[in-house]
Structures are given as C-alpha cells and as structure tokens.
C-alpha cells in the first residue's frame, strides 16, 4: 500500500526528465494519491454491507497489483491512469483494515493497528530507498522507468494470495431499521462535530506527510544532496513512521483521553519539518528521522481515533470512512501547494513556513479529537467514555 506510492517523489526529477512532466504535472502525480483516498474512502462502508469486509479486502488486492502493472506497461501514457487505479484500491484497504481489526480482535486493537501501521512504514521505507539505485541499474531511460513504476505489483499479488483463506468469510453488519442505519452511515458522520475534528486532525497530519513525501527529496536535491542521499533520508523518514506507528496505537488503547499523545507527537513534527527546512544539511538525518517519528504518531492516533471514537465496529467503519474521506481530501492540497509555492517563491522557506502553520492547526484538532468521546449507533455523543482494557 506505501511502497507503490512513496517510490515516486524521489524519481521526479528522472521522471520529469524521461517522460516530459512538467513541475506543474509532478506536482498533481504528487496530489493523486491523497485525492483519490478522499474520494474512494466513503465508497468502502457500503461496498463491505453488500459483500462483506473480507471480499472487498481481496478484490482490492486485485485491483491494486493491475492498477501498478498498468502504469508500468506505458508508464508515457497510462502513469497516471495506472496510479489512479492503485490508489482507489489502497482507498478501500485504509478504510476497512481498522474496522476490521475492531470487530476481530478488539482486545488487541492497539497492538493490531501498530502492526498494520508498521507493516505501511515498511513499504514507505523500502519504495524511496531502492527507487533510484534500481533506476540507474536498469539503464535510466524509459523501460527502467516501466520497471521502477511495475515492481511494487509483486508484493500486491503476493499479499492476494495471502489473503485467499479469507475469502470463504462474508461478514456483513448486523441488521438495523432504517433510520438506525442512517445515523450510523459515513454521510452522518457529517453532522457530528466530533467526526468533524478527527477528520480535520487526520486530514492535516495527512498533509504534512504527502507534502514532506512528495517534495522533500527534491528540496534536498537543490541543496546539493545526492539523488540516492534524498531517497534515503526519505526512507529514514519512513524508519520513523514504523516505531512510533507501532508504540502509539498500544499506548493510546490503554487511556481514555488521547490528548497529551497529540500535543507530543505533533510537536515533534513541527520540530522536524524546522530541522529539515532550515538547518544545515548535516543535520537532515537527525531531523527527518524527528519527523517521521511525529508523523507516525500522528498517524497511529489519526487510525486510532477512528476506532476510540465509535461505539462499535459499524460505527467504526463509517467514522473512518468519513475521516479518511474529507481527511485526505483535506491532504490532497499538500502536495499541489507545496509544489506552487516553491514555484512561486522560488525557494524552500515559504513551503516551511506553511507547513509549521498547518501542524499548528493539526495540533489543536488533535487535542479535540482526543477528548475520552465516543458516538454511539443513535448519532449521540456522551461526554465520557470508560477506560478500555489493556491489550
């Protein structure tokens, strides 16, 4: 689900080269990931009402592996097609891998969603690291570029075939009247204000993420940094994501009221994005590694919230529908504004500057959105929910 999307961003220079993109063309490719998650996000609750979780999980593996193989037959042509294709599977897998866990496994939430989580920095590690050392390899032109784009197809078939022995499951929701199924859908979400600031909190820490993901490498490349020294930092970034998406979770389902987690871990970002925009260049390391710690974080919390914040896995699905929903089309602006203020300003500091300003914001959201609230099935929202036991 990462790899396949955070290969890209160091490659944009190459690709800019190779296929004739222009700064404006990188900047959307940067874009339709996020975009395509806001947009497909509130399709995956009723596709898992009508078929089930686990066959809408395995149909997603399926579409996913044929999106990558179909940006790498033509990668001139079908890049964006093919991406669009993978990102709307990975759309569905984000939704539904939480509710999933919360209807399984339950007592085990936070370890669960820390191993999910973990699993996705894994890839985010992987795709930057090997991009461009695979690029050169394969000869740097147009069918190294059809390789680099493809490879990320093989774990998705691998994962399908992983996923096989669920598919004889059909879990659906239980059945409920009418009127009950609509204050539970991802539609009502929107008329929760509490849905509304675990969407915001998610859809900023989304932001800072795709935007950091999608040009940092090539601020890293003006600052006279290597091509493979920026893919690397950006896997460093995603080293970060992998501890703390896997600590957070665990620590989150063992309180009530996840506010203090949101105040560290959005500092730390804010901390690293400073360290990695503006201090000298022998010290990225140390502070895209802050930053990914503070991203994953905020991510684990992001997914955590989706389930805290529901009363039972229904509600989960269409909360995290919701979320991830407006959340990524919040994310979505990232990397598009990121990339018109560097060719606006002409340089770094602008884009920095914002993106400390929009972790402001995500840090107050992230406060609300950790009070101990839960809504329930009838759409109320008390103000108090009890401590959950320990994984």
């Known amino acids: 689900m990462r790899g396949s999307i955070a290969s890209l961003p160091p490659l944009f220079p190459e690709l800019s080269t190779v296929l004739h993109l222009s ?28 078929f089930g979780e686990e066959r809408v999980l395995g149909a997603a593996l399926i579409v996913l592996a044929a999106g990558l193989l179909l940006r790498g037959s033509a990668p001139d042509v079908l890049l964006f097609p093919g991406t669009i294709v993978a990102c709307c599977a990975i759309a569905l ?38 991009a461009v050392p695979l690029f050169q390899a ?53 008329h929760r204000l509490l849905a509304w600031q675990v969407a915001a909190f998610f859809g900023l820490q989304s932001l800072s993420y795709y935007a950091a993901l999608s040009w940092f490498p090539t601020m890293f490349r003006d600052r006279g940094m290597s091509p493979a020294h920026a893919g690397a930092l950006v896997a460093l970034m995603n080293l970060g994501n992998a501890v703390t998406a896997l600590l957070i979770p665990v620590l989150a389902h063992r309180v009530t009221d996840q506010r203090r987690l949101a105040v560290v ?26 930053l990914g710690l503070g991203q994953g974080a905020t991510l684990g919390l992001g ?50 500057w914002t993106l400390l300003a929009l972790a402001m914001l995500q840090l107050a959201t992230g406060w609300l959105a950790g009070r101990a609230k839960t809504i329930n099935p009838d759409g ?7 401590a959950p036991k320990s994984a």
Not at 25 to 43: H, M
Not at 265 to 290: C, E, K, V
Request: aromatic residues 8%; hydrophobic residues 55%; proline residues 8%.
């Open 303 to 352: 997914i955590f919230y989706t389930m805290a914040r529901a009363a039972d896995p229904v509600v989960s699905a269409s909360l995290s529908a919701f979320a991830q929903g407006a959340g990524y089309l919040i994310a979505s602006a990232g990397p598009l504004l990121i990339g018109l203020l560097h060719a606006t300003s002409g340089g770094w500091a602008l884009p920095i």
């Open 138 to 190: 394969a000869g740097g032109g147009s069918e190294a570029t059809s390789i680099t784009v493809a490879l990320w197809a093989l774990p998705a078939l691998a994962a399908a075939l992983a996923w096989l022995p669920q598919l004889r499951f059909r879990t659906l929701p239980e059945f409920l009247p009418g009127a009950a199924r609509g204050r539970r859908g991802a539609l009502a979400m929107g």
């Open 93 to 130: 897998m984000n939704v539904l891998l939480p509710s999933l866990v919360k209807r399984r496994r339950p007592d085990q939430a936070g370890l669960l969603i820390g191993l999910y989580l973990t699993a996705l920095a894994v890839g985010g590690i992987m795709g930057p690291l090997i």
């Open 23 to 50: 700064a404006a063309e990188l900047s959307v490719l940067g874009a339709v990931p996020v975009l395509c998650f806001g947009l497909f996000s509130p399709v995956a609750a009723p596709l898992s009402r009508r």
């Open 265 to 290: 871990s959005t500092l730390m970002t804010a901390s690293g994005l400073a360290g990695a925009g503006f201090g000298p260049l022998g010290t990225a390391p140390f502070f895209i590694f802050l």
């Open 380 to 386: 109320s929202v008390p103000s108090h929910v009890s």
